[in-house]
């Protein structure tokens, strides 16, 4: 079992930053990738970024190259996401999840084995 938990929601004005910190604990040792998602208000769950766990290797949604950047502290078991240039639409909760298995994919949701419990962004124009 591994448990991640998410911190550094909160309120900011569009064209600020925040960073979203994810914990994790347990068998960390089984974990392929870290990614983060979000979902909006009536909306579904969408990938937003992932860093493989050993090596660091890093993909993005579209919608967030060149404004978030997900980086990784192994010594401290923990994930970053750090957001600048926030706009409205970033508007989310942020979920954290560990992926365990190299098969399948990188960015759809049933690919991720343990998730967080969420942080609310939100971002006011």
């Known amino acids: 079992q591994v448990q991640v938990v998410e911190s550094g929601g909160g309120l900011v004005q569009a064209g600020g930053s925040l960073r979203l910190s994810c914990a994790a604990s347990?068998?960390?040792?089984?974990?392929?990738?870290m990614g983060w998602f979000r979902q909006a208000p009536g909306k579904e769950r969408e990938f937003v970024a992932t860093i493989s766990w050993s090596g660091g290797t890093t993909y993005y949604t579209d919608s967030v190259k060149g404004r978030f950047a997900i980086s990784r502290d192994n010594a401290k078991n923990t994930v970053y996401l750090q957001m600048n240039n926030l706009k409205p639409e970033d508007t989310a909760v942020y979920y954290c999840?560990?992926?365990?298995?190299?098969?399948?994919?990188?960015?759809?949701?049933?690919?991720?084995?343990?998730w967080g419990q969420g942080t609310q962004v939100t971002v006011s124009s």
């Open positions: 347990g068998r960390t040792f089984g974990i392929y990738r």
């Open positions: 999840a560990a992926k365990t298995a190299s098969s399948g994919t990188i960015y759809r949701r049933i690919d991720y084995d343990y």
